[in-house]
């Protein structure tokens, strides 16, 4: 099985989503930020904030690479994480890009009440979450072979509609 790469705005589903379709797969889970805090021994907020974005996002790149080299992954990427073409074309190259999507409605109620969201910290809106999905949505549509909206779904029609895809050897957009 090739790996699949769940990406998208924070908020988005990736970790809910992964967590049922590993258990779907009988794959392994890989939560690339869960990943970076325990490599680096520290949160990812306190990663960004001794080392800032750049160094947090050189650990992404690391690990996208490693993960290419391996097989039978479920990975929720960081929201950032294909902001780098070096990622994208790993990830390609060993399986299949999922972009999961929701309006910036949906993503403010499911991260209004975090406090681990380090790009948001201070900037708790929709307006502003808006803005920033405006600013990835272009690069995250460019390398998605395959886009699902999450809103009002639940997570196991999700995983149906990424099985269906993927177990056809081919991703439609």
Do not use: W
């Amino acid at each position: 099985m090739k790996n699949i790469y769940l990406i998208g705005f924070m908020g988005a589903g990736k970790s809910t989503v992964a967590k049922e379709l590993v258990k779907c797969l009988d794959a392994t889970l890989v939560e690339m930020d869960q990943r970076i805090e325990q490599e680096q021994g520290m949160a990812i907020t306190e990663i960004f904030e001794r080392y800032g974005e750049s160094r947090f996002r050189d650990l992404e790149t690391a690990l996208v690479h490693a993960l290419a080299g391996e097989e039978q992954r479920v990975v929720s990427c960081g929201g950032g994480s294909v902001l780098r073409e070096e990622n994208t074309a790993a990830m390609k190259e060993s399986g299949y890009i999922v972009l999961l999507s929701a309006t910036p409605e949906t993503i403010y109620e499911r991260v209004k009440n975090s406090t681990n969201r380090p790009i948001l910290n201070g900037h708790m809106s929709v307006e502003y979450i808006r803005e920033l999905m405006e600013k990835r949505r272009a690069r995250y549509e460019s390398v998605a072979d395959v886009t699902i909206q999450t809103d009002g779904k639940t997570v196991r029609e999700i995983c149906q509609e990424i099985l269906k895809i993927t177990q056809q050897g081919g991703a439609q957009a």
